[in-house]
């Protein structure tokens, strides 16, 4: 695709913002969904295809996302945070060193004692191996798409993507982190991961790769 025809993808999808009413009810039917089949199933059938294109746009620096998977995306990560963390681990840790496979498993069954162990060894080595370096083009791809979808979307289905691009922005090193973490919480006082990263780049703290 060329850059002329990205961009204009790029403006139209904006354009469109989608309607609190939809989201809501795409909200109920995930909600529904997850009572009958169970929260891993619901999640992983929920996350699978929009989490394809998500990674496929990273892999290229695409960041137009079909309207679908951007409020799947929206539903999905005010739903359930497990599928917010998916995705940070997609920006933040290398496709070799997590997978797909392990990113389903990230968001599908998060309690699982395997799956928390791996995500905390895969955080901790990341942050504090001042040899890690983020991709930050993958990085810079990733919070295009998610500030399309807060653009796109109403409170609360645009908090959660808000948030992952301020964490992103934290994690390299980025200033600007700061300011949208607190958008995010003017929208959503509660929102634990914009007030943990507007907390530690007050203090200073950030990955290693950023002090070394």
Same mark, same amino acid.
Request: glycine content about 4%; overall charge negative; some cysteine.
């Given at each position: 695709? @060329?850059?002329? =025809?990205k961009?204009? %993808? !790029?403006? #139209?999808?904006?354009? @469109?913002?989608?309607?609190a009413?939809?989201?809501? &009810?795409?909200? +109920?039917?995930? !909600? &529904?969904?997850?009572?009958?089949?169970?929260p891993?199933?619901?999640?992983?059938?929920? /996350?699978?295809?929009?989490l394809? #294109?998500?990674?496929?746009?990273l892999?290229?620096? &695409?960041t137009?996302l079909?309207r679908?998977?951007?409020?799947?995306?929206?539903?999905?990560? @005010?739903?359930?945070?497990?599928?917010r963390?998916?995705l940070?681990?997609s920006?933040?840790?290398?496709?070799? +060193?997590?997978? $797909?496979?392990q990113?389903? &498993?990230?968001a599908?069954r *998060? !309690?699982s %004692?395997? @799956? $928390?162990?791996? /995500?905390g #060894?895969?955080l901790?080595v990341?942050?504090?191996?001042e040899?890690?370096?983020?991709d930050?083009?993958?990085? !810079?791809?990733?919070?295009?798409?998610?500030?399309?979808?807060?653009?796109?979307? *109403?409170?609360?289905?645009?908090?959660? *993507?808000?948030?992952?691009?301020?964490?992103?922005?934290w994690?390299?090193?980025?200033?600007?982190?700061?300011?949208?973490a607190l958008?995010?919480?003017?929208?959503? #006082?509660?929102?634990?991961?914009a007030? /943990?990263v507007?907390?530690?780049?007050? =203090?200073?703290?950030? *990955?290693?790769?950023?002090?070394?």
């Amino acid at each position: 695709m @060329n850059a002329k =025809r990205k961009t204009r %993808k !790029h403006a #139209e999808s904006k354009s @469109n913002l989608f309607d609190a009413g939809a989201l809501e &009810e795409l909200s +109920r039917l995930f !909600h &529904e969904t997850r009572q009958t089949l169970g929260p891993q199933q619901a999640d992983a059938d929920w /996350m699978s295809d929009p989490l394809d #294109e998500w990674l496929v746009n990273l892999d290229s620096g &695409e960041t137009v996302l079909d309207r679908d998977t951007m409020a799947a995306f929206a539903v999905g990560m @005010n739903e359930t945070l497990s599928i917010r963390d998916a995705l940070i681990l997609s920006l933040i840790i290398d496709e070799q +060193r997590c997978p $797909k496979t392990q990113l389903m &498993e990230f968001a599908a069954r *998060p !309690h699982s %004692k395997r @799956n $928390k162990r791996r /995500m905390g #060894e895969l955080l901790t080595v990341a942050f504090e191996d001042e040899g890690i370096v983020p991709d930050k083009e993958r990085c !810079h791809a990733g919070i295009a798409m998610l500030l399309d979808i807060a653009d796109a979307a *109403p409170v609360p289905y645009c908090v959660q *993507p808000l948030a992952v691009a301020a964490y992103t922005l934290w994690w390299l090193g980025d200033s600007r982190a700061v300011t949208m973490a607190l958008q995010c919480l003017l929208l959503d #006082e509660e929102c634990s991961l914009a007030a /943990m990263v507007f907390s530690a780049a007050q =203090r200073g703290v950030a *990955p290693a790769w950023c002090l070394g």
